[in-house]
C-alpha cells in the first residue's frame, strides 16, 4: 500500500470508529515476499483495527480456550517444537501473525481454521485474545538442541540478529520484531528455513538478506542458542505451573 | 398463473440450472455406490471401506473430485473408485455430495464400549479434538469431516496414509503436520474409540 493510500485507510477506519459504526475490516490477501512491491508489515484493514482497539483480557481468555488445544493452557505449545510457545510473545506481533495467517499472507493450514473470523472473531477478538497471550507467564523448559555448538550460535548471533531481536532476544513490540528468546528449538527451526526459502511469505526480506550464507552448521548452532536465550526472570513461570485461568 | 406458463417458467427453471436438474439420490444407486457403500449410505459392504451417510458435503465433494483427479489414489479409491468418477461430471458430484450430506448421519456399528478406552484420551491429547470437534462429531470446518461412528479400519488406514503422505490430497496437508505426534498403536487406540462414538 502507498503511504497516501494508507493514510486515507487509517483516516476511513478512524471515522468508523469515531462515528460508532460496527468494524468493517475483513481478512484481506495482500503479496508475498519476493513479489514486485512486496512489503514487510504493510499494514492495513484488519491488523491496523485491531491495533488501534483497547483489549478484553476476559474476553481474550474465552477465545484462547480454543487456542488451548493445541498450544496448552499455559501457553507453551509442545517442546518438539509442533506447535509454539505463545505465552509473552508481543502484542503486535500475535495481532500481525494471527492477521497474516487469516489473510492468507503467511501458509500454516493447521492453524487457519482456528485464525478465521467465524472462530474466533473479528478485529477486537484479535486485540483480547493478543492481550491475553501477551500476559501469560513463560515456559521455564523450552525444547533446546544438542548443546554443542554454543559458541559459534553465540558469535553468530551476537554479529547478526541483535539488530532486530535484540541482546538476548527479548524482540520488539513498536517494531513487531518477534520475542524469540526462551522458544522451542524446533519451532525456531522449521520457520527460520521457511523464512531463509521464502516459503514463509509474510517474511522480512533484510532477515532473508542476513541469513542468506548461513550453513547448516550455523543454523543449528544459532538456533540452540537463541531457544537457551531466558527471558527475564519476571516473565518466567514457575516448574510445574499451571494456568488457574483453566482450571 | 395459466398452465403453459407454469410449466413454462418450470421448464426454465431446470434447464437453467443443471444443478438442481441432477438427482443425487438416482446417481448414487446408477453410479453403484450402493454396491460398496450401502443402500443407506452407512452399511459397506466390507471393514475398511467408509461410511458415507449424513457426512459433510463440501468434504465429500473435494474427496470425489480429487479422486477423480488422480489427487487421491490410496487405498481402492484408485482401482474402484476412480473408474466410476471419471465417467461423472462434476455437477453430478456437486449432487452426490449434496445428497449424501443430507443423510441422516452414520453412527457406531456396535453399542458403545467402555467409556474409558485409552483412544478417548488420546484423542484429546494428541489435539484431534480441535479441528474435528467433541467425539468426532463437530468438525471446526465444514470442509473437514465428521469421524466419530466412522469404520474402524477405515479411520486407522487413513491416519497411517496420512502421516506417511501416501494420502496427501485436501486439507490433509492440515493434518499431516501433527501426525508425528501418535504411534500406530495410538492410531489404533484412536480408531477404536472413534468408530464406538455415537
Known amino acids: 500500500m502507498t503511504t497516501l493510500t494508507r493514510s486515507l485507510a487509517i483516516a476511513a477506519a478512524a471515522t468508523l470508529l469515531a462515528g460508532g459504526a460496527t468494524l468493517a475490516a475483513e481478512p484481506t490477501k495482500g503479496k508475498s515476499v519476493g513479489e514486485a512491491g512486496y512489503q514487510w508489515n504493510a499494514g492495513g484493514g484488519e491488523e491496523d483495527e485491531a491495533l488501534s482497539l483497547?483489549?478484553?483480557?476476559?474476553?481474550?481468555?474465552?477465545?484462547?480456550?480454543?487456542?488451548?488445544?493445541?498450544?496448552?493452557?499455559?501457553?507453551?505449545?509442545l517442546v518438539d517444537g509442533t506447535f509454539p510457545q505463545?505465552?509473552?510473545?508481543?502484542?503486535?506481533?500475535?495481532?500481525?501473525?494471527?492477521?497474516?495467517?487469516r489473510a492468507g499472507n503467511r501458509d500454516n493450514p493447521t492453524m487457519y481454521p482456528f485464525a478465521l473470523p467465524s472462530q474466533i472473531g473479528g478485529s477486537q477478538a484479535l486485540a483480547d485474545v493478543a492481550g491475553y497471550i501477551q500476559g501469560l507467564k513463560m515456559n521455564p523448559e523450552p525444547g533446546h538442541g544438542d548443546g554443542k555448538d554454543l559458541a559459534l550460535g553465540k558469535k553468530l548471533y551476537d554479529d547478526n540478529c541483535t539488530r532486530c531481536h535484540g541482546a538476548v532476544g527479548e524482540g520488539n513490540n513498536d517494531k513487531f520484531f518477534p520475542r524469540i528468546q526462551g522458544q522451542h528449538y524446533a519451532y525456531l527451526l522449521r520457520q527460520y528455513e521457511w523464512i531463509k526459502a521464502g516459503k514463509r511469505r509474510n517474511a522480512n526480506p533484510e532477515m532473508i538478506a542476513q541469513i542468506k550464507n548461513f550453513s547448516e552448521r550455523d543454523t543449528r548452532a544459532v538456533l540452540d542458542y537463541v531457544s537457551r536465550l531466558s527471558p527475564p526472570k519476571e516473565l518466567i513461570a514457575p516448574k510445574g505451573w499451571k494456568n488457574p485461568d483453566f482450571q | 398463473m395459466h398452465k403453459t406458463t407454469v410449466l413454462a417458467v418450470a421448464l426454465a427453471l431446470a434447464t437453467a440450472s443443471p444443478a438442481l436438474a441432477a438427482d443425487g439420490k438416482a446417481l448414487f444407486a446408477?453410479?453403484?455406490?450402493?454396491?460398496?457403500?450401502?443402500?443407506?449410505?452407512?452399511?459397506?459392504?466390507?471393514?475398511?471401506?467408509?461410511?458415507?451417510?449424513?457426512?459433510n458435503a463440501d468434504y465429500v465433494f473435494q474427496q470425489l473430485t480429487d479422486i477423480k483427479a488422480g489427487k487421491r489414489a490410496n487405498g481402492a479409491v484408485a482401482e474402484v473408485m476412480k473408474p466410476i468418477l471419471d465417467d461423472t461430471a462434476e455437477a453430478d458430484l456437486r449432487a452426490l455430495a449434496d445428497y449424501i450430506g443430507g443423510l441422516p448421519?452414520?453412527?457406531?456399528?456396535?453399542?458403545?464400549?467402555?467409556?474409558?478406552?485409552?483412544?478417548?484420551?488420546?484423542?484429546l491429547t494428541k489435539t484431534c479434538i480441535a479441528c474435528h470437534g467433541k467425539e468426532g462429531g463437530k468438525p471446526v470446518l465444514k470442509s473437514y469431516p465428521a469421524i466419530g461412528g466412522q469404520d474402524r479400519a477405515y479411520i486407522a488406514q487413513q491416519m497411517k496414509d496420512i502421516k506417511s503422505a501416501a494420502r496427501a490430497n485436501g486439507a490433509t496437508n492440515a493434518m499431516q503436520p501433527v501426525m508425528h505426534l501418535v504411534t500406530e498403536p495410538e492410531i489404533d487406540a484412536i480408531a477404536e474409540y472413534l468408530s464406538n462414538v455415537k
Request: with cysteine; glycine share 12%; proline share 7%.
Open chain 2, 105 to 123: 448421519r452414520f453412527t457406531p456399528a456396535t453399542a458403545a464400549g467402555p467409556a474409558d478406552k485409552p483412544g478417548k484420551q488420546l484423542y
Open chain 1, 86 to 101: 505463545l505465552a509473552g510473545q508481543h502484542y503486535r506481533v500475535i495481532i500481525k501473525q494471527l492477521s497474516d495467517i
Open chain 2, 30 to 55: 446408477d453410479k453403484g455406490c450402493t454396491a460398496c457403500h450401502g443402500e443407506d449410505a452407512k452399511t459397506p459392504i466390507q471393514e475398511g471401506y467408509p461410511k458415507l451417510a449424513g457426512q
Open chain 1, 54 to 77: 483497547k483489549p478484553d483480557l476476559k474476553n481474550g481468555r474465552d477465545v484462547y480456550e480454543v487456542c488451548s488445544a493445541c498450544h496448552q493452557m499455559e501457553g507453551w505449545g
